[in-house]
């Protein structure tokens, strides 16, 4: 017998991506919208969508469905399969966004540890095999228990409006170490 979690939330993700398709013409979603894209494209925005910090370049944004508590995600505005697709001076801006991130999540959360890296390709893992992006996630001690490795849920202990007060807290303080402008 299979237990149950109910997540009613998931529902509207759901149908958020059945109306996008729908207003795509398409009969049913057959893969995750460029939210990435589209984030960028809505800097008035950035608040509402967790984007806690822009410049010319890039971002780095909350992630709502997170592995686990406070992780992030990196990701240049211009949408490009892999890393080698982008100019020079991009793919070391990328990287430059996530020290960035991985400094934000040291100093707001504190972790034990933290995994960070890229997703190339569907078979890789990426959700957006289309838009390369990054992630830092946050780890702790036993963050990895029975919910997850048995009943593959997940745990996140902090709403996403908190972790985001508490990154935007330490921005300035990140930002000043490692010598970036404010976007």
């Not at 984030?39 to 950035?46: E, I, S, T």
């Not at 969508?49 to 780095?60: A, N, P």
Request: net charge neutral; glycine share 8%.
């Amino acid at each position: 017998m299979h237990a149950a979690l109910w997540a009613p939330w998931r529902m509207a993700y759901l149908r958020d991506l059945e109306a996008k398709a729908a207003e795509a013409g398409a009969a049913a979603p057959t893969a995750l919208p460029n939210f990435l894209a589209a984030y960028w494209a809505r800097p008035d925005l950035d608040e509402s969508q967790h984007v806690i910090h822009r410049d010319e370049r890039g971002m780095v944004l909350l992630n709502r469905y997170p592995y686990s508590n406070g992780h992030l995600l990196v990701a240049l505005g211009e949408p490009q399969p892999s890393i080698d697709r982008y100019v020079p001076a991009d793919r070391a801006h990328f990287w430059r966004l996530m020290e960035l991130a991985m400094d934000l999540c040291q100093h707001a959360l504190r972790p034990q540890g933290m995994n960070a890296g890229i997703n190339l390709g569907a078979a890789g893992g990426a959700g957006l095999p289309e838009h390369l992006h990054g992630h830092v996630v946050p780890r702790w001690s036993g963050d990895t228990n029975f919910m997850s490795v048995i009943g593959e849920v997940r745990t996140v202990p902090d709403s996403l409006d908190r972790t985001f007060t508490l990154y935007m807290s330490q921005l300035p303080a990140s930002r000043a170490r490692l010598g970036l402008a404010r976007g």
